[in-house]
């Protein structure tokens, strides 16, 4: 079964934002993503609008093709956004101020009364919620209670794990994980931490059916594509050169 892979661009966004310019466009960066075959664009919508603002998602929402997935905290302000952006999915992540990144999964367990109102809202808008989550039992069926259609295994521990025998553990537990939500017909997503070099253990996974990467593709594009973007300004020296000349 192939698997869709979802490009995040939070982290076009983060390099804009360092120096408040317009420039490198997240939206640009994701038509470039489909481009070149990605199946769908993620974006995080923070509290604190550290990396993606809202005028972002809605450019996102009018340009892309492909899918849009809106990572989000699941409150009010959040789900009024979605229903007016109207992304082909909203996936409720765990958000703390003082985090660098996404810290672990969402407790649906513990809160599921508060959750399941805001699932509703937009399932009554037909778009796909998913819930971010450790690869835990509990939060696989809580998931479900709740009304989410996907679930998006945090890949983080195994990411972070050094040893190969805690790599192999974690690996067998996200398997065994994404196997109990497919048999409860959920979707099954993964994502965190994932690079070129430890997404192949994951991708084996047969039920997982898409994967949202994105620190790790922003990082390889400064890198593989450096030797292209000086090769560029090189020549518009040199164009500056000759025009001395004229």
Not at 163 to 169: N, Q, W
Not at 184 to 208: K, S
């Amino acid at each position: 079964m192939p698997i869709r892979l979802h490009v995040n661009v939070d982290h076009v966004a983060t390099l804009r934002q360092a120096r408040g310019t317009t420039y490198p466009d997240p939206v640009y960066a994701a038509q470039v993503c489909e481009s070149a075959g990605a199946d769908g664009i993620t974006i995080h919508l923070r509290e604190d609008r550290r990396h993606i603002v809202d005028r972002d998602v809605t450019r996102m929402r009018e340009s892309i093709s492909t899918l849009l997935n809106l990572e989000c905290a699941a409150t009010d302000e959040m789900v009024d956004i979605a229903l007016r952006t109207r992304p082909d999915c909203v996936t409720f992540v765990p958000e703390r101020r003082e985090e660098r990144t996404t810290e672990g999964g969402l407790d649906v367990v513990g809160q599921r009364a508060y959750l399941e109102p805001r699932v509703a809202r937009l399932r009554d808008a037909h778009v796909k919620v998913s819930m971010f989550i450790a690869a835990d039992p509990a939060q696989i069926e809580a998931s479900l209670l709740v009304g989410a259609q996907q679930i998006e295994l945090h890949t983080g521990p195994y990411a972070h794990a050094r040893a190969p025998r805690e790599k192999k553990r974690e690996i067998e537990v996200l398997a065994r994980a994404a196997q109990k939500a497919k048999k409860m017909e959920l979707e099954v997503a993964a994502g965190h931490g994932l690079t070129r070099f430890n997404v192949v253990d994951v991708a084996a996974i047969p039920e997982i059916e898409e994967l949202n990467i994105g620190h790790a593709i922003v990082a390889d594009a400064v890198i593989l594509g450096m030797a292209r973007a000086v090769r560029g300004m090189r020549g518009a020296i040199q164009r500056g050169i000759r025009r001395r000349r004229d």
